[in-house]
Nanobody, 125 residues
Framework: QVQLVESGGALVQAGGSLSLSCAASGRLFSSYAMAWFRQAPGKEREFVAHCNWSGHRTHYADSVQGRFTISRDNDKNTVVLQMNSLKPEDTAVYYC??????????????????WGQGTQVTVSS
């Protein structure tokens, strides 16, 4: 089992940057694929970014491709989402998620086994 705690959410102006961090506790962090999802008020939770156990294979939602970067440090049990060129439509609660089965359906939030509590990102225009 793994516990996830996100941090780094803040209020930022459009065009700015923000780095979210997810700290994992528990055993075998490197055995999990990791992802970031987000949920805006009144909307469903949506996929943002995913990386495999090593961090060498990554996937992004079209809406963030080229602006966001996911990375992980298995020695420090952390996964980071670097967000650049932020837009007001990026405003949401961002969640870190862990997948122990390495699902091919990495965009499907129901496939993930563990979730953090979320961190709020607000982008002002």
């Amino acid at each position: 089992q793994v516990q996830l705690v996100e941090s780094g959410g803040a209020l930022v102006q459009a065009g700015g940057s923000l780095s979210l961090s997810c700290a994992a506790s528990g055993r075998l962090f490197s055995s999990y694929a990791m992802a970031w999802f987000r949920q805006a008020p009144g909307k469903e939770r949506e996929f943002v970014a995913h990386c495999n156990w090593s961090g060498h294979r990554t996937h992004y939602a079209d809406s963030v491709q080229g602006r966001f970067t996911i990375s992980r440090d298995n020695d420090k049990n952390t996964v980071v989402l670097q967000m650049n060129s932020l837009k007001p439509e990026d405003t949401a609660v961002y969640y870190c998620a862990a997948d122990q089965t390495w699902t091919m359906s990495y965009m499907d939030h129901s496939k993930y086994d563990y979730w953090g509590q979320g961190t709020q990102v607000t982008v002002s225009s």
